[in-house]
């Protein structure tokens, strides 16, 4: 079996990371849910390429600045495992226009992004609270290299 791959690309400007609100998904227990741009790899795409490709794909930034933060994996419908790339776009350029992803898109404190709810149904699927685990182990990340930023600043 194949190894399922993709990338985040969490934007961040003046403090703020940028939360997109998912449409539909093949999975209704995602649906409505804050997200961070990102998808899967295309195949022979470098890491990097794929996380400015999906950023720029899904909201329409340009991002210059990029740092590695980690890589991370998350439980998938077939009981496998998707793997994660997930990079810092700092002060990306330009204005959001989303993809047919997305419904709305939010600039958020990294605290206000952890304070998404979980409905009942969602905290009993396995797959998504692994993903949600995921997603929160993130935005602590960013959220501390954002506050080291503005302390060596």
């Known amino acids: 079996m194949a190894i399922e791959r993709g990338v985040y690309m969490i934007m961040v400007r003046n403090r703020k990371v940028l939360a997109l609100r998912r449409m539909e998904d093949e999975d209704p ?63 990306p350029e330009g204005e959001v226009r989303l993809s047919d992803e997305h419904s709305e898109y939010l600039w958020l404190s990294p605290a206000d992004v952890l304070a998404q709810t979980c409905s009942a149904d969602q905290r009993q699927s396995e797959i998504f609270m692994s993903w949600l685990e995921g997603f929160r182990e993130d935005t602590r990340l960013v959220e501390r290299k954002i506050d ?3 302390a060596s600043g």
């Open 29 to 91: 227990l995602f649906k409505g849910v804050l997200d961070y741009p990102g998808g899967r790899m295309h195949e022979g795409e470098e890491m990097v390429e794929a996380a400015l490709r999906e950023g720029l794909e899904e909201t329409g930034l340009r991002v210059e600045q990029i740092e590695f933060l980690r890589e991370w994996k998350h439980l998938w419908d077939d009981g496998s495992s998707f793997h994660v790339t997930t990079f810092i776009g700092w002060e």
């Open 148 to 150: 080291a930023y503005d």
